[in-house]
T-cell receptor, first 110, second 108 residues
Framework: SQTIHQWPATLVQPVGSPLSLECTVEGTSNPNLYWYRQAAGRGLQLLFYSVGIGQISSEVPQNLSASRPQDRQFILSSKKLLLSDSGFYLC?????????FGSGTRLTVV | GIQVEQSPPDLILQEGANSTLRCNFS?????LQWFHQNPWGQLINLFYIPSGTKQNGRLSATTVATERYSLLYISSSQTTDSGVYFC??????????FGAGTTVTVRA
């Protein structure tokens, strides 16, 4: 079956610390993968998307970066977190019938 | 990208009531979805509906692609229907754009 895994579920990090969030999908090959962020009480903003290994497109210039080292792995990173990086981060992949989202990571930068 | 406008922003319902949520798009879409975000933040896919009408239990959705809007109907609402409902769409660039959401509160 096709599933998407995202971890960790929650994360509290100090300002200036690094970040690595991981997303993996199962049961498919060469998926289109996406990272979204949701600020508190707001809609979802597309951050990055990838159509293949090593192919990353950035939608919003910011303190974050993304990488796709393997076909079914998508990583969101930061070298130094800012307070404004706090939010709910969701990974998604595009299937034949729309997008499926992971369970999300709630990041609080303190 | 596509601009998505949702209305109303907030909706308070008495249990058992019916309601309609609307979504307008700035351009044609070839992917249109409705999601329900539960209290834990999980986005639950309700409908993939780029055109036509679909029903799933007490929920149904209709998309009129030529007029760039979609409607989500909730019938006989229950407290478990509470949460935020998002519509989202994409065109040929496959980048899903979200509306700001409708927060639904169903009171017992």
């Amino acid at each position: 079956s096709q599933t998407i895994h995202q971890w960790p579920a929650t994360l509290v990090q100090p300002v200036g610390s690094p970040l690595s969030l991981e997303c993996t999908v199962e049961g498919t090959s060469n998926p289109n993968l996406y990272w979204y962020r949701q600020a508190a009480g707001r809609g979802l903003q597309l951050l990055f998307y990838s159509v293949g290994i090593g192919q990353i497109s950035s939608e919003v210039p910011q303190n974050l970066s993304a990488s796709r080292p393997q076909d079914r792995q998508f990583i969101l990173s930061s070298k130094k977190l800012l307070l404004s990086d706090s939010g709910f981060y969701l990974c998604a992949w595009m299937t034949g019938v729309g997008y499926t989202f992971g369970s999300g990571t709630r990041l609080t930068v303190v | 990208g596509i601009q998505v406008e949702q209305s109303p922003p907030d909706l308070i319902l008495q249990e058992g009531a019916n309601s309609t949520l609307r979504c307008n798009f700035s351009d044609s879409v070839n992917n249109l979805q409705w999601f329900h975000q539960n209290p834990w933040g999980q986005l639950i896919n309700l409908f993939y509906i780029p055109s036509g009408t679909k029903q799933n239990g007490r929920l149904s959705a209709t998309t009129v692609a030529t007029e760039r809007y979609s409607l989500l109907y909730i019938s006989s609402s229950q407290t478990t229907d509470s949460g935020v409902y998002f519509c989202a769409g994409s065109s040929n660039d496959y980048k899903l754009s979200f509306g700001a959401g409708t927060t639904v509160t169903v009171r017992a």
